[in-house]
């Protein structure tokens, strides 16, 4: 069974996406449109989103008119949103819509993702319903040289030290990398 990863790009004052849930910001970063290498995790063999930000996604890169550019970011890989709404999908895009708690849709996102970790791209309250339900290893944060004045904050949650281990920090191009291990998941 594989790990179950939040990793995302951040603001240094603790936004994911301003307050028009953009991220128009992180893309206008030296690399931020093109990420290093290392900077997403490499094993996931499934990717879990919040309906925000699978309608940006959708919007920024007009996928519903261009399906073949879901695989530029999402491959063939399964894609679980949780959302209350019908959404559209993009064409050949295998995406599974969810609703309800993590830990209900967890045993069919864990059977989809087999020996793989499981990547949660966003938002930050999702991320927080997997530490809730005690299922999130791991939180791997790219932090750019930007500030935010508001939008999305990164983790709506309180977490105090305990539940933290810092794994690595390093320099990837403008963007201070953390990775922190959750404890007690």
Known sequence: MGRIVFDTATSINGWIADEDNSLAWLFAVDGGDHPDEGLFPSGASVLVE????YEWIL??????ANPEKW???HGDKPTFVFTTRD????D???VRFVSGSVADALPAIREAAGDGDIWVVGGGDLAG???DAGALDEIALSVAPVALTGGATLFPRRVESDRLRLVSATAVGQF???VY???GS
């Open 176 to 178: 201070a990398r953390l």
């Open 87 to 90: 959404l559209p999908v993009p």
């Open 181 to 183: 291990a959750v404890q």
């Open 71 to 73: 695989h530029d970011f």
């Open 92 to 94: 050949g895009a295998d």
């Open 129 to 131: 319903q997997f530490l």
């Open 59 to 64: 919007a920024e890169q007009d996928l519903l």
């Open 50 to 53: 919040g309906s925000t930000t």
